[in-house]
């Protein structure tokens, strides 16, 4: 409990946030992650490009692990929420894909170009998951207290972006791996 205080006054006192924003901020970026999956569909749906893309899943993981070196966080613990989020990423792809099959009324109308607008979004967002791992790498070894934030920050997300079931089940999976310890 003293150890749970004290990371928590740590963090208030290093960032001026509660630790419970720093779960917040990461649990919301997942979000945003999942929401960009459907220009990911959009840009892939009708064409021969296929959900899953093996080679820039190594690109993602590989420079996620070279940004957490530098960081100084834990490269296999970094990888796994990585692999979490582009797990996610397919789940709401394929649902995505059900649906627009099943609806073609649905489907988007406009074909989003995959390099050169939604992949860089997404490598900005690994950017900024660093960071956000980074700020709240105490709070994720604490396990209890960390475990109990997350579900408030998972339902605060679910509300903020409206999130339909299938983005809630693909988030729920994407922040399995939030708390560490
Ligand atoms: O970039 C893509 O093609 C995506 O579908 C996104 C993504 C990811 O989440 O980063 C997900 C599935 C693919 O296997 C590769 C990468």
Redesign the pocket.
């Known amino acids: 409990m003293v150890y749970l205080l004290a990371v928590g006054l740590a963090a208030m006192v290093t960032t001026g946030q509660p630790p419970s924003s720093d779960l917040n901020a990461l649990v919301n970026l997942s979000a945003e992650r999942l929401l960009l999956?459907d220009r990911?569909a959009a840009a892939?749906f009708g064409t021969d490009q296929p959900?899953?893309?093996?080679v820039?899943?190594r690109q993602?993981l590989d420079r996620a692990a070279a940004m957490a070196a530098e960081a100084g966080l834990d490269a296999t613990e970094t990888v796994a929420f990585f692999r979490a989020?582009?797990e996610a990423?397919?789940a709401v792809?394929r649902g995505l894909f059900d649906r627009w099959a099943r609806h073609p009324e649905r489907a988007p109308k406009h074909r989003p170009d995959?390099a050169a607008e939604?992949?860089p979004h997404?490598d900005r967002i690994t950017a900024a998951f660093i960071s956000r791992l980074a700020a709240a790498e105490d709070l994720r070894a604490a396990t209890l207290r960390c475990g109990e934030l997350l579900v408030s920050a998972k339902r605060a997300a679910d509300r903020r972006h409206r999130l339909d079931p299938l983005h809630e089940r693909a988030l729920h999976g994407a922040i399995a791996p939030v708390c560490t310890g």
Request: glycine share 0%; aromatic share 0%.
């Open positions: 999956a990911v892939k959900i899953e893309d093996p820039r899943e993602v989020q582009i990423s397919k792809q995959l939604v992949r997404l």
